[in-house]
């Protein structure tokens, strides 16, 4: 069982790099022939191209208010999110995996090392990390990421370590929760602390009723007072289900049945008020507050652990293998648009680098790629 695990930890880790510009312009099979970053009309998905880079892949794009963020390899771009715009460059030693944003910073994951940046683009901060920084999570006045010795807390103002939890694993999924909480999840244990001090409230392991032994387990994501998790039976690991716990003890509180799929790619993302579960070729949405199935729909494949779907303007926005972005409306799952990708190079591919969403539309990264 734990060879199973470090299995399915090295798999999410080396998926979750696969997001990031840095990694796929220093991953020495692929050649990056280009990037760009696409503003979206959420009312019909034309588009408008804000920034384009040769040779250079762009990853998650983060809007707050008028001001757009997005990495290319070494280099972190300030926007304006409309015109496009630039405000300042902020350029870095090491390999761009992550930015985050709070009010009055941006955080830069480059390699192994956290820059804290303000909003003119003039350097803070730094803390150094032993994995390369990927998915940092904002939570309270902290700011958390995965280390070799356990999830660490800095504080966001001055880069001091908060706390460190002391468990170790190779790739932890954080979630934020009502109450100054945070959901820590690894195969196949939850965590929820306390935000301020890094204090376990609880810690549970899997309920081995509910998944064939072997079975590779699948991230619990968590919002509010409630965590999430796609589970097989322990008659059959491909009998998915959807498991919703409560928050403050982990007991399962709702069950939605899902069907039979194959357990490669399943994953479970929450956006909005629903659960959304990725099994082979099937969406299903599922509301948060009841388990209730709100829908099912057959999609086309998706970036294996790449970009992730997000919601807004009443739809639910999905990226696919070969950079096309789906919009679907949230109540219904019926297709609403489709935004087609640009032709790739010869011998290229188009891949969805990332995708961030507010009220005045979506924004898209796509980049041109070639494998050697």
Not at 43 to 65: C, I, Q, T, Y
Not at 188 to 206: C, M, N, P, Q
Not at 243 to 272: N, V
Not at 314 to 335: C, F, I, N, R, S
Request: aromatic content about 8%.
């Amino acid at each position: 069982m734990r060879a199973l695990w470090f299995i399915a930890a090295v798999t999410i880790f080396a998926t979750a790099l696969q997001c990031f510009a840095g990694h796929i312009a220093e991953d020495p099979t692929i050649i990056p022939v280009s990037g760009e970053l696409v503003w979206l009309d959420p009312a019909n998905g034309h588009g408008k191209s804000l920034l384009r880079m040769e040779g250079e892949a762009l990853g998650k794009p983060v809007v707050v208010d008028k001001t757009l963020y997005v990495a290319s390899s070494h280099t972190v771009h300030s926007l304006d999110a409309m015109t496009g715009k630039s405000n300042w460059q902020f350029t870095t030693d090491g390999s761009i995996f992550s930015i985050a944003v709070a009010p009055r910073q941006i955080f830069v994951g480059a390699a192994g090392t956290l820059i804290a940046i303000d909003p003119a683009g003039k350097e803070l901060w730094r803390y150094e990390s032993d994995l390369a920084i990927v998915d940092p999570l904002l939570a309270d006045d902290l700011i958390v990421f995965n280390s070799v010795d356990g999830p660490v807390a800095v504080d966001q103002k001055t880069g001091k370590l908060r706390w460190r939890l002391a468990v170790q694993w190779g790739y932890f999924v954080f979630s934020p929760m009502s109450e100054h909480r945070l959901c820590i999840w690894k195969p196949d244990e939850i965590f929820v602390v306390e935000t301020e001090r890094g204090k376990t409230l609880w810690h549970s392991t899997a309920d081995q009723s509910n998944t064939a032994p072997g079975a590779l387990p699948t991230a619990a994501v968590a919002v509010d007072d409630l965590i999430c998790q796609l589970r097989g039976t322990p008659k059959d690991a491909n009998d998915w289900s959807l498991l919703g716990r409560e928050g403050g003890s982990g007991r399962t509180i709702w069950r939605t049945p899902l069907g039979q799929h194959e357990a490669a790619g399943a994953r479970t993302m929450i956006a909005g008020k629903s659960a959304y579960c990725i099994l082979e070729d099937q969406l299903s949405a599922v509301e948060m507050s009841g388990g209730t199935l709100k829908w099912q729909k057959t999609i086309k494949p998706m970036e294996a652990g790449g970009a992730a779907l997000l919601s807004g303007h009443g739809l639910v926005y999905l990226p696919q293998l070969g950079g096309e972005v789906t919009a679907l409306e949230e109540k219904t799952g019926k297709a609403i648009w489709i935004a087609g990708a640009p032709k790739p190079s010869p011998d290229g591919q188009i891949r969805v680098g990332g995708m961030c969403v507010n009220d005045a539309g979506v924004w898209v990264t796509r980049n041109d790629q070639q494998r050697r």
